[in-house]
């Protein structure tokens, strides 16, 4: 079973995402952003950066233990979880799916645009999210730089899915669960209309949001408390 830390933001729907892809046995375990618990010292023990999502696997598979009786085992960071879990999945004796890729250059082509979404599409989307939508002023700077560097991004991913059905190749992997969510935020609050030119864009969201996986991923949302009043939850 894997714990799971999570508030239904694109960073926790990554992990969910994987779980229910791998068919990994999980329970959720709300942290309330907007109430700032991810500041609790329990929370910051397993999540020193004190971001949400964190997990505790309480059945890893240690080396040479294929079983997973090893000692419960936290992860933090999505980047990080969404890799354990791809291992975790792809040794399973019942398990055909490798979603971290099966050779060494589907290896390679998935840590690439994984760390891309990491480092450069995730980011500047919560950025562009946060100036129009959640700052407390209109910072007109900051809305253009984020919103444009999050429109060149999408092309880039857009370029790249015009040759290619997923985002590392040919296989879905966790590279598509780490951008997806954050796609999806551009699709919610990018100017109007979002998806204008990113025609592949589209093509690949809709294609996951059918998933079964995601489908019930996403229903996840519906078991955690929701913010007070009207706020939306903030897209971290």
Not at 189 to 207: C, T
Request: charge should be negative; proline fraction near 8%; include cysteine.
């Amino acid at each position: 079973m894997i714990d799971i830390y999570y508030w239904p933001t694109p960073n926790g729907h990554k992990i969910t995402m994987m779980c229910e892809e791998a068919g990994l046995a999980y329970t959720i375990h709300p942290v309330d952003i907007t109430k700032g618990e991810q500041m609790a010292p329990a929370f910051i023990a397993l999540s020193p950066n004190n971001r949400m999502p964190a997990i505790v696997d309480h059945e890893p598979a240690d080396d040479g233990d294929h079983a997973g009786g090893g000692e419960p085992l936290g992860v933090f960071e999505s980047g990080a979880i969404l890799l354990y879990l791809a291992d975790k999945a792809k040794n399973l004796a019942d398990k055909a799916k490798n979603f971290a890729g099966a050779t060494l250059r589907e290896r390679v082509a998935v840590r690439e645009w994984l760390f891309w979404s990491i480092g450069g599409l995730g980011p500047m989307a919560g950025q562009m999210a946060h100036f129009t939508r959640f700052a407390t002023e209109q910072v007109p700077y900051g809305i253009k730089r984020y919103t444009d560097e999050t429109r060149r991004l999408l092309g880039v991913l857009d370029r790249r899915l015009a040759n290619h059905p997923f985002v590392a190749g040919d296989n879905y992997s966790v590279a598509d669960m780490a951008s997806y969510p954050w796609a999806l935020v551009w699709e919610k609050f990018g100017p109007e209309p979002a998806m204008a030119g990113l025609g592949n864009v589209q093509r690949w969201i809709d294609a996951i949001r059918a998933r079964p996986a995601t489908v019930a991923a996403y229903a996840n949302a519906d078991t955690v408390a929701k913010p007070s009043g009207d706020a939306p939850v903030p897209p971290s």
